[in-house]
């Protein structure tokens, strides 16, 4: 059971992993030792998210969505299997926790009286330098 809020958790039956040898250092185990974990998230199908979620999670995954709709995180920074697999967890809870956050609505604002007026007043200024520019001929 992976818990993302108190409303929102994940069961285990929607999480696989699974093992791969990972590049890097690994000593003498480098070629023997799965360590590098791929854990999926079978998102789309997922009873316990809700659509909005849904639809925030897609565009935060980016290239880890996949077409049939699941979330994939792969991990290979430690040599241990274990901590792998609660880096990719942390990972996934990390990045559903961000889905949940709706993003505030922009509210569009007019430009303050001061600011267009300093605007124009800096316009006048550059017209005025290229005006004293083209009398004297140069």
């Given amino acids: ?9 994940i069961a285990d ?9 990972a590049s890097g250092p690994g000593g003498q185990n480098v070629n023997k030792v799965s360590t590098a974990v791929e854990l999926r998230f079978e998102a789309e199908r997922s009873p316990n998210l809700p659509d909005p ?10 290239q880890r969505w996949t077409k049939d709709g699941a979330v994939v995180i792969f991990v290979q920074e430690t040599r241990s299997q274990a901590r792998n697999r ?9 990045l559903i926790g961000r889905a949940t ?11 303050t009286k001061g600011s267009i007026e300093r605007r124009l007043k ?6 005025e330098v290229k005006r004293l520019r083209g ?4």
């Fill in 53 to 62: 979620v849904k639809r925030r999670l897609r565009r935060l995954a980016g």
């Fill in 135 to 138: 009398e004297t001929g140069e």
């Fill in 86 to 94: 609660e880096i990719a967890r942390d990972r996934l809870a990390e």
């Fill in 122 to 127: 800096a316009k006048k200024a550059r017209g």
């Fill in 13 to 21: 039956w929607e999480l696989t992993e699974q093992f791969t040898r």
């Fill in 1 to 9: 059971m992976l818990r993302i809020t108190d409303q929102i958790t």
């Fill in 101 to 111: 956050v709706a993003p505030k609505k922009r509210r569009p604002t007019r430009p």
